[in-house]
């Protein structure tokens, strides 16, 4: 899509801090982060919600997460991550391209156990 700024980034028309990066998706630093090492977690063809994706981008999701997963516990020293999706503008998705939010935590610095935006 000519005027997603998820597929310019792709693109690199916009710059982005990469976290990491494989032949179909790639993680980045959110520009407006709500904690140390938020990142967001893309796949390089534009889907709009979870539910559009294919099987091909579907099945490679989790393992993505995975390792975005492990990256963000090497470089934060975290003990766990939240894994956020908003689908689709009644969850709060603002960009319409599918995307994760990866959130480094540690222990005690989530009282309530979960995280909403």
Request: hydrophobic letters at 40%; proline letters at 3%; glycine letters at 8%.
């Amino acid at each position: 899509m000519e005027d997603c700024v998820f597929c310019k980034i792709i693109k690199g028309e916009i710059p982005c801090e990469k976290v990491w990066e494989n032949e179909n998706f790639i993680a980045f630093l959110d520009a407006n982060p709500v904690g140390e090492g938020h990142t967001l977690v893309i796949p390089k063809q534009h889907f709009e919600t979870l539910l559009s994706l294919d099987e091909k981008f579907s099945s490679g999701y989790i393992q993505a997460l995975q390792e975005v997963g492990k990256v963000l516990r090497d470089k934060y020293n975290s003990e766990g991550f939240n894994v956020i999706l908003n689908n689709g503008k009644a969850a709060g998705q603002i960009v319409e391209h599918v995307h994760f939010h990866l959130l480094p935590r540690k222990k005690g610095d989530n009282k309530r156990g979960f995280f909403i935006a």
